[in-house]
């Protein structure tokens, strides 16, 4: 019978054992501390683990004599019966590909797996042979944790550092400035004797359930801290009206308070959570509470007009899917997937949209209508330009493909300054679920995309700041990411890293543009490193009842995807500048800036360009974007509407990347008015998004000479 363990970020949570015919384990009871005795492994035990790790063990040890079969014969590549794709990676493990939440297998020999390693958002599980535990990641975690074994809760397996039973305080309803109550789940590491402890807190601050997936938080508990998960106003059993960001600056501050308050706590704590659980810490930060001492901030979601609902002055329509999940007072994720989203995305106006696809009104969606521009409103929820007090150490991850990103490039451009050791950036090529796909929509993204050591980080980063732990985590890089195409991690001490230099490619004309000829309408323009001394101009008509289409699926719920443009491409509605074909690689890090010099015949359109990665076959791959309605070219607190024959000068931020151009590949950027999945078409009207009255426009965009539009990037040298 063989052994086998699994650890869920470096916790032993069960032992297996695997004979003939039958599967028995034994089961870590967080409350107790204690494993349990050994049975038979039940479908309720596997939907426990794999609710902490989202793999089913019952399924790998199923599978596992299959796959070392494949994996004996040590090809580059297998494919199981069932259509799963494994990849070998340097003759050590193969890796899932084209899969969320894959498996990576370690071998020996002839194929005989000895670990398998599953890597998700904010964590690691790995599923271990016993014995080979310091082949792994876990060896790292006994260097932050030693007394590996010497727990008494786990006498004779290898369980870096000693833990905790996790015991459940109860719910509390804290209240808050102005009379709502915030229904409060707390947590707190078991009683060592009678002599009353106090403990650092990790706060978490969900819309979507405090009671969903608190397992997942018991690791703190377990490593010595208190957690307190809390239901935001007007969720579940918090009372309060619900309207997104709107209260989370002075919610996070009064709950903050409330814990420091309490007779377990000791005053400090840190905050930790992804998307919407992101965001609230930096609200509750911008509060300037002194009790907030750390922050773990995974794909942080923005301000209103930087990030979702209204980037750039539009309406995203792709956050659609969100906004319907969150329609009543506990979360529906079923009502994300829906066949009928070409014809939902048409009606107008915008906050009629809920009543013809769920029967009733969304009341935040139609306060979102109500405050068309920039106003005290939306101030509400802009944790950036009301943030106060100092620095509060941030550990800050995210990916070139999250739907969230702005909000992460917010958090960089507030952090940039804070002193040395108070920040720290991993950025991946990742999308909004975060460390959890080597492949994206048919994209692969390398086998290092992938890290072990992110939940590692996140407890390094609470123990040093929340308990003075000389761990050395505050002495390393300040940013690490990871570089496509030549798909390695790398460093830096700054972001962009100051291994880049600012470098603009203008736009031009076509090469077959005939000489002295002054435009193009919808011509294939070039980029160039030299600005154009001869004036020129490209030409589109934008019309908003056909909209150019932002290749996404609604119901993913995932907005910025690295899809292949190429066939978008070919409409004569967008403007396309590529670059020569490279003979050399060229590698861009950090965000881009792009500037169009425009005139429109209409009062008001939305511009939408997009970074590309064109390779040797002529795909063109996104890589980013950004848009701007025209109307909030100058700031988002007022529109300014254009008039026909008039120049006007357009800005437009895109979001991060760091990728290598290959030879043999062109750099591209295209500028188009609309973005279908993404943004709501802008009517060319003054009423903009919200107008059921829609015209066409004619826009040209200039180049060269004195008014001369470009792209400017930071490239590594």
Known sequence: MTQWNFYFSGILYAAFFEGEGELKARLLDPLSGQLGAEKIYEAEDDQFLSGLCGRSMMEFFSRKAQLEEAMAQKPEIFVTKDGRRFQNRRDEAYFERDRKFPLDLFYEGEGRIWAAAMSGRD???????????????????????????????????????????????????????????????????GKKGEEQETFPAVLVRTPYGKGVGAGVYYRFVQRGFAVVIQDVRGREDSTGEWQPEYHEVEDG??????????????????????????????????????????????????????DIPRRGGCFNSGM???????????????????????????????????????????????????????????????????YKGGPVPALIFSGWFDDNGMGTTEALDLVKDWPEGTWKAVLGPWKHSGNADYDLHGQYMGEDALRYDIDLLCMKWLDHFLRGADNGIEKTPRVEYYTIGENRWKTGEAWPPKTCERRRLYLDGAENEEAGGNGTACGQGALSFEKGTQEGWDEYVYDPEKPSVHLVDMSENELEVPEDYTQEEKRPDILSYSTPVL???????????????????????????????????????????????????????????????????????????????????????????????????????????????????????????????????????
Request: a negative charge.
């Open 253 to 306: 501050d009064d709950t903050l308070n409330w814990i420091a308050s309490q007779t377990w706590s000791d005053g400090q704590a840190a905050m930790t959570g992804g998307s919407y659980l992101g965001y609230v810490q930096w609200a509750a930060a911008a509060s300037g509470n002194p009790h907030l001492k750390a922050m773990l901030s995974f794909v942080c979601a923005g301000s209103a007009f930087v």
């Open 583 to 717: 003979e050399k690689p060229l590698t861009i890090t950090g965000d881009a800036r792009v500037r169009l010099y425009v005139s429109c015949d209409c009062p008001d359109t939305d511009f939408v360009v997009r970074l590309t990665d064109v390779d040797e076959k002529g795909r063109s791959i996104k890589l980013a974007d950004g848009v701007l309605d025209a109307k909030y070219r100058n700031g988002p607190e007022r529109p300014e509407y254009m008039e026909p024959g008039k120049v006007y000068e357009v800005n437009l931020r895109t979001t991060k990347i760091s990728n290598t151009f290959l030879p043999g590949h062109r750099l591209r950027l295209t500028v188009t008015s609309s973005a279908k999945n993404f943004i709501f078409p802008n009517s060319n009207t003054k009423d903009g998004f919200d107008s059921q009255i829609r015209q066409k426009a004619r826009i040209t965009v200039l180049r060269g000479g004195t008014e001369a539009s470009f792209l400017e990037v930071w490239e590594e040298l």
């Open 123 to 189: 964590f690691m599980a790995f599923l271990v042979r016993k014995g080979m535990e310091r082949k792994t990641i876990l060896a790292q975690w006994e260097e932050a944790y030693p007394d590996s074994g010497k727990s008494g809760a786990l006498p004779g397996e290898f369980q870096p550092g000693p833990l905790r039973p996790v015991r459940f305080l109860g719910t509390w309803m804290v209240p808050t400035r102005d009379g709502e109550k915030l229904a409060t789940d707390v947590y707190l590491p």
């Open 320 to 386: 659609l899917a969100w906004a319907f999940a969150m329609s009543e007072q506990r979360m529906r994720p079923d009502l994300m997937a829906r066949e009928d989203w070409d014809e939902i995305l048409d009606e107008r106006p915008i906050a009629s949209i809920p009543e013809k696809a769920l029967g009733h009104e969304v009341p935040f969606i139609s306060r979102w209508m109500a405050h068309r521009d920039m106003d005290d409103f939306w101030m509400m929820s802009n944790w950036q330009k009301r």
